[in-house]
């Protein structure tokens, strides 16, 4: 699971019918600091998130699949939660660590 920041929606007047009542999400990945750290992507919300959020993205498709309930949907990415907040004990150990 990886921690993003929901930068925007998809609107898909037609989308596989997987998706059928969910939204899709644009997603930018952030360090537990909430700096960007890689390229956006899609998710499909399961969660009902907004524009602004930081969340809780689950990147594996057979989780997605199960999540979904649906184990022939074309899904890799969920928003699983929102995150109110992260904490960190010793935020210079973390940002060594995340170098690496």
Same mark, same amino acid.
């Given at each position: 699971?990886? !921690?993003?920041?929901? !930068? ?8 596989? &019918?997987?998706?059928? &009542?969910?939204? !899709?999400?644009?997603?930018?990945? =952030? ?11 899609? &998710? !499909?919300?399961?969660v009902? &998130? ?8 689950? =990147? ?26 992260v ?7 973390? =940002? ?5």
């Amino acid at each position: 699971m990886i !921690i993003a920041r929901v !930068i925007g929606n998809i609107v898909a007047t037609v989308k596989h &019918a997987a998706y059928h &009542a969910h939204k !899709i999400l644009i997603v930018q990945p =952030e360090d537990p600091f909430g700096k960007p750290d890689g390229d956006s992507f899609l &998710a !499909i919300d399961l969660v009902q &998130a907004g524009v602004g959020d930081q969340v809780l993205v689950l =990147e594996e498709g057979s989780s997605a699949r199960l999540l979904l309930e649906n184990d022939t949907a074309p899904a890799r990415c969920i928003v699983v939660g929102v995150i109110d907040h992260v904490d960190i004990e010793d935020p210079q150990e973390m =940002e060594k660590t995340s170098k690496h």
